[in-house]
Nanobody, 122 residues
Framework: QVQLVESGGGLVQAGGSLRLSCAASGSIVSIIAMAWYRQAPGKQRELVAHIASGGSTTYADSVSGRFTISRDGAKNTVYLLMNNLKPEDTAVYYC????????????????WGQGTQVTVSS
């Protein structure tokens, strides 16, 4: 199955930047999509950014224009560049990968990273 390793989180002052990375490994036949979610204290987990295999991207309204999701297909790695960070961006960020593990089975496997903490101070 798929293993995800996340990195890049940390403490940053408002207005600063961070880049998160998530590397996928395992018996992956193909990656359909990759995404970043976040969960703030007392809040539900929410979608932050999504990138499809063809490169199409979507963003939550709250981060649009500030965050950029990208993918390195050769490394099976997804990145989230976060610019102009705000205190409300403080959350645990989770990588999600939707993939096919078997060529003869059409179901999609949804794998989650363990999360990386992003804290933005004012």
């Amino acid at each position: 199955q798929v293993q995800l390793v996340e990195s890049g989180g940390g403490l940053v002052q408002a207005g600063g930047s961070l880049r998160l990375s998530c590397a996928a490994s395992g018996s992956i036949v193909s990656i359909i999509a990759m995404a970043w979610y976040r969960q703030a204290p007392g809040k539900q987990r929410e979608l932050v950014a999504h990138i499809a295999s063809g490169g199409s991207t979507t963003y939550a309204d709250s981060v649009s224009g500030r965050f950029t999701i990208s993918r390195d297909g050769a490394k099976n790695t997804v990145y989230l560049l976060m610019n102009n960070l705000k205190p409300e961006d403080t959350a645990v960020y989770y990588c999600k990968v939707d993939s096919r593990l078997y060529s003869h089975i059409s179901r999609v496997d949804n794998s989650w990273g363990q999360g990386t903490q992003v804290t933005v101070s004012s």
